[in-house]
Each structure stands twice: as C-alpha cells, then as structure tokens.
C-alpha cells in the first residue's frame, strides 16, 4: 500500500462519510455542503446545488473556527461534508478539518460524480 493510501485509509476512519442519496436529509438538518472542485470542473461538470464554493487553497483558513479569515458561520460544531469531484482530496480535506477542531466535518462518498450519478434530480432542490 501506497503512503498516500494508507492516509486516505487513515483519514477515511476518522469520517462519517455521506452517501450521495443522503444529501438532502443531511442538509435538512442543518449541513452544509462545500464544493472544493476547481473552477474549471464546475464550469465543465455543473454547480453543486447548494454548496458553498471555498477553493481547497482556502478551505481551512476559511472553516477553522479560530481563524481571522473564517467564514461567518465557520464553528467547531458545524456539520460540513466537503464535495470534491470523485471523494478523494475531499477526504483528507475533511480530515484536516477535524484536526482544526471541526469536529462533524465529512465528505460526499464517490463526490460530484457519484452525486451526479445518482438520480439527481431528486436532489436539484438544495
């Protein structure tokens, strides 16, 4: 095993990881949803109904509850599942967020493309 398998391995059992058809419940209670994709696949693919678009460049300075340059609803016990385009860096991504302090932070199984994948008609109305 790779050492950046045995990371995602690592990362991956420290998340409770959404599946794609739990999206709007998860959202429902309260989730909120953040598209980490580049642009270029967001312009290519489509938006994530209802995430907020953080660049991963930007996502622990803006979501870490102790930071100046935090998003205004940036909080140690903000549910965030991190969305990227196949729920790989969205992983590490969500990792890393937790040991910022963002203790309920996860990401979306399989990402855009496994959401997308999914009847998402059903979850257009985020």
Sequence with gaps: MSAIDRMLAEARAE????EPQ????????GAVLVD?????NRVSEGPMPGAIVVERIHLEWRLD????????FAAPDLRVIIVCNEGYSSSLAAHSLQKLGVSRATDLVGGYRAWQAFDSSVVTDL
């Design 22 to 29: 739990d999206v709007p419940a998860e959202v429902d209670a």
């Design 65 to 72: 509850p102790t930071s100046p340059d935090r998003l205004d």
């Design 15 to 18: 998340l409770d990881r959404v």
């Design 36 to 40: 980490i994709r580049p642009a270029e």
